[in-house]
C-alpha cells in the first residue's frame, strides 16, 4: 500500500509566478491535511479537506492561497503570486476516519519550495 | 486547546535510554497524547499514541500519570538514527477537525 505521495519533491519559482503543490492520499483515506513548515520551525496547520469539501482553512493565509479535494485526482495547494516568504517545505497528510476519533494522520514526504 | 511544552533540544550517546518529557496542563478529557518523529528531509512520522497509564510498542514506550498533565516518550537503547526531531501533540477535538497542533519539538542529537 503506497504511501501519501506529493510532487513535485522540490519546486523552484521566481517572485510572482504561481506554485501548484499536488498530494494524493493513502488508498481508502478521504481526508487530507496540509502543514508547512518554515526554516527552523514546527510544522504549521493550514487546512483540512474532505473529497470536494474543504472542512477548517483556518490556518490559510487570506490571500494567494487555495486548496482543493476534487472527486477525482489529488488535493491541489495552490499559491498564486508567490513570494520569498512562500519558501517552506509544504507536507501532506491523509487519514482514514473521522478526525475526531483522534486517528493517526499519515504524513507524506514533503514539496520544497523555494521562491527566488 | 491544549498547548503543549518539551525541551528544545538533548544529547544522548548510543545504547543510552532517552526519556522526552512533555508537559500538557490543559489536556481535555477527550485528548489523546501523540507522539510524532521527524528526520531532516521528511515528513513527520507516527511513533506511539496513548491516553493514560502506558503503552509500549516495538519502537518506544509512553508513559502518562494519573493527572494527564504530562507524559514521557521513552525511547530504549538509541542509535545514531534515532537522531531527529521528536513532537509530542494533543489532539484538538473541540472543533473536530483533527487538526495536529506541532510545537518546537524536542531535537534529539545521538552521538557514537
Known amino acids: 500500500n503506497a504511501g501519501v505521495m506529493q510532487n513535485p519533491r522540490h519546486l523552484v519559482r521566481r517572485r510572482g509566478q504561481e506554485a501548484r503543490l499536488r498530494c494524493s492520499p493513502m488508498?481508502?483515506?478521504?481526508?487530507v491535511y496540509w502543514y508547512r513548515q518554515l526554516p527552523e520551525e514546527g510544522l504549521k496547520f493550514m487546512v483540512y479537506?474532505?473529497?470536494?469539501?474543504?472542512?477548517?482553512e483556518s490556518g490559510m493565509p487570506k490571500e494567494r492561497f487555495s486548496a482543493e479535494f476534487p472527486k477525482e485526482g489529488p488535493s491541489i495547494l495552490r499559491i498564486q503570486q508567490v513570494v520569498r516568504g512562500d519558501s517552506a517545505a509544504y507536507f501532506c497528510?491523509?487519514?482514514?476516519?473521522?478526525?475526531?476519533?483522534?486517528?493517526?494522520?499519515?504524513f507524506g514526504p514533503g514539496t520544497r519550495l523555494l521562491v527566488l | 486547546l491544549a498547548k503543549t511544552t518539551q525541551p528544545i533540544s538533548m544529547d544522548s550517546y548510543e545504547g543510552q535510554e532517552v526519556n522526552i518529557t512533555c508537559s500538557h496542563n490543559?489536556?481535555?478529557?477527550?485528548?489523546?497524547i501523540t507522539w510524532y518523529q521527524q528526520f531532516p528531509s521528511q515528513g513527520p512520522r507516527f511513533i506511539i499514541q496513548?491516553?493514560?497509564t502506558k503503552v509500549t510498542n516495538e519502537v518506544a514506550s509512553l508513559f502518562i500519570p494519573a493527572d494527564r498533565k504530562s507524559s514521557t516518550l521513552s525511547l530504549p537503547r538509541v542509535s545514531l538514527s534515532d537522531t531527529a526531531v521528536y513532537y509530542c501533540?494533543?489532539?484538538?477535538?473541540?472543533?473536530?477537525?483533527?487538526?495536529?497542533?506541532f510545537g518546537q519539538g524536542t531535537t534529539l542529537q545521538v552521538k557514537p
Open positions: 497528510a491523509s487519514s482514514p476516519l473521522d478526525p475526531a476519533l483522534q486517528e493517526t494522520q499519515y
Open positions: 488508498k481508502g483515506h478521504s481526508h
Open positions: 479537506l474532505q473529497k470536494e469539501n474543504i472542512i477548517d
Open positions: 490543559n489536556i481535555a478529557t477527550n485528548d489523546y
Open positions: 496513548g491516553y493514560k
Open positions: 501533540l494533543v489532539g484538538e477535538t473541540s472543533s473536530n477537525t483533527g487538526k495536529l497542533i
